[in-house]
T-cell receptor, first 115, second 110 residues
Framework: DTEVTQTPKHLVMGMTNKKSLKCEQH?????MYWYKQKAKKPPELMFV???????INESVPSRFSPECPNSSLLNLHLHALQPEDSALYLC??????????????FGSGTRLTVV | GENVEQHPSTLSVQEGDSAVIKCTYS??????FPWYKQELGKRPQLIID?????GEKKDQRIAVTLNKTAKHFSLHITETQPEDSAVYFC?????????FGPGTRLSVLP
């Protein structure tokens, strides 16, 4: 298995809703990431988990809450989002964390629309 | 912090011609430089990478060159095909992570 699987592919949520994005990989990668990508922009780092521990939080608002239940799974819990949070949310994994010298495998992303 | 610049922002070439995209970075400690291709509505995909102990790497029609002294690296695509049309992002390591360039939209005209 050489893929990162993200669900759902599309999500529309209201500003008072609570929802979760899910990411799964079975490549034995020990680092997993959440990125946010707006149209025509590069991916922006949100969170990094290395060996299941949160190692980088790029000052993301608390309405985004990551969770890494085990080395294969990564969740992003969403609560009280704003319309400007609408974007493509990408999960990625890499062989090791902490060195940044291995390429990422990206998932297909969840296209989130906040109404 | 690390700053990665990428040029040009858009590039149009005729099918069969070559395309070159250039990136510069600021952190001399950066030691790994991947390139990603993102087609419309799809995920970024790693197409080639280079480590700082190598000056050039080639994979079929794609090559990357690195000049550590000048802190720049370039993507070269030869014999371009319509399916090469996409947005290309360069990246450079910064600490535990990457910094991405702003992207180049490549259009290959038939």
């Amino acid at each position: 298995d050489t893929e990162v699987t993200q669900t759902p592919k599309h999500l529309v949520m209201g500003m008072t809703n609570k929802k979760s994005l899910k990411c799964e990989q079975h490549m034995g990668h020990r680092a997993m990431y959440w990125y946010k990508q707006k149209a025509k922009k590069p991916p922006e780092l949100m969170f990094v988990y290395s060996y299941e521990k949160l190692s980088i939080n790029e000052s993301v608002p608390s309405r985004f809450s990551p969770e890494c239940p085990n080395s294969s799974l990564l969740n992003l819990h969403l609560h009280a989002l704003q319309p400007e949070d609408s974007a493509l949310y990408l999960c990625a994994s890499s062989l090791h964390g902490g060195t940044g010298d291995y390429g990422y495998t990206f998932g297909s992303g969840t296209r989130l629309t906040v109404v | 912090g690390e700053n990665v610049e990428q040029h040009p922002s858009t590039l149009s070439v005729q099918e069969g011609d070559s395309a070159v995209i250039k990136c510069t970075y600021s952190d001399s400690a950066s030691n790994y430089f991947p390139w990603y291709k993102q087609e419309l509505g799809k995920r970024p995909q790693l197409i080639i990478d280079i480590r700082s102990n190598v000056g050039e790497k080639k994979d079929q029609r794609i090559a990357v060159t690195l000049n550590k002294t000048a802190k720049h690296f370039s993507l070269h695509i030869t014999e371009t095909q319509p399916e090469d049309s996409a947005v290309y992002f360069c990246a450079a390591t910064y600490g535990q992570n990457f910094v991405f360039g702003p992207g180049t939209r490549l259009s290959v005209l038939p």
